[in-house]
T-cell receptor, first 116, second 111 residues
Framework: GAVVSQHPSWVICKSGTSVKIECRSLDFQATTMFWYRQFPKQSLMLMATSNEGSKATYEQGVEKDKFLINHASLTLSTLTVTSAHPEDSSFYIC????????????FGPGTRLTVT | QKEVEQNSGPLSVPEGAIASLNCTYSDRGSQSFFWYRQYSGKSPELIMFIYSNGDKEDGRFTAQLNKASQYVSLLIRDSQPSDSATYLCAVKIQGAQKLVFGQGTRLTINP
């Protein structure tokens, strides 16, 4: 399977600040990456689909101006949580499709965000 | 009705027995079906996927798909305590890139 890294693995920030999370594909060129959020004891919630070179597609109810996604290259996508609030505290996970025609998604290790 | 439904559990199975996890889906256009395992505090890891009706085996894991009945299951043979985790069923609709996840079933294997 594909190897995906995320940085940082955990972060604590103050309310009102912004946090950037990086997702890297280490062994595939990923034209499509996904960003998920997971609250405790809940399932994954897709936030947006990120395609290299184009604007991300956000799921209904996800504020695109608050969660900025930049798919800068075939191996890097970033999620910036702007003006973070305590309710944004969650486990953020990226995933990717390892190449054209791939069906299965491979997940990064996740980033745990705590907003104080 | 949720698009992908799983029994949230917890499901307890004795070590060495077969664990059976079930998932139903509502969209008949669903094309691909995935099982992920998620340990507490970790991200999901892909166990296996299935596209065609019938069984697909990979080691101790067998995925079963019945498109007419709109269900997919995962069997774990010779269950081990290390299999204790939350198992997520995910479905991909034809023409779409994204996966739709069920709420997950928490499985506990008792030594």
């Amino acid at each position: 399977g594909a190897v995906v890294s995320q940085h940082p693995s955990w972060v604590i920030c103050k309310s009102g600040t912004s946090v950037k999370i990086e997702c890297r594909s280490l062994d595939f060129q990923a034209t499509t990456m996904f960003w998920y959020r997971q609250f405790p004891k809940q399932s994954l919630m897709l936030m947006a689909t990120s395609n290299e070179g184009s604007k991300a597609t956000y799921e209904q109810g996800v504020e695109k101006d608050k969660f900025l996604i930049n798919h800068a290259s075939l191996t890097l996508s970033t999620l910036t949580v702007t003006s973070a609030h305590p309710e944004d505290s969650s486990f953020y996970i990226c995933s990717l499709l390892p190449g054209q025609g791939a069906q299965e998604q491979y997940f990064g290790p996740g980033t745990r965000l705590t907003v104080t | 009705q949720k698009e992908v439904e799983q029994n949230s559990g917890p499901l307890s199975v004795p070590e060495g027995a077969i664990a059976s996890l079930n998932c139903t889906y509502s969209d008949r256009g669903s094309q691909s079906f995935f099982w992920y395992r998620q340990y507490s505090g970790k991200s999901p890891e892909l166990i296996m996927f299935i596209y065609s009706n019938g069984d697909k085996e990979d080691g101790r894991f067998t995925a079963q798909l019945n498109k007419a009945s709109q269900y997919v299951s995962l069997l774990i043979r010779d269950s081990q305590p290390s299999d204790s985790a939350t198992y997520l069923c995910a479905v991909k609709i034809q023409g779409a890139q994204k996966l739709v996840f069920g709420q997950g079933t928490r499985l506990t294997i008792n030594p």
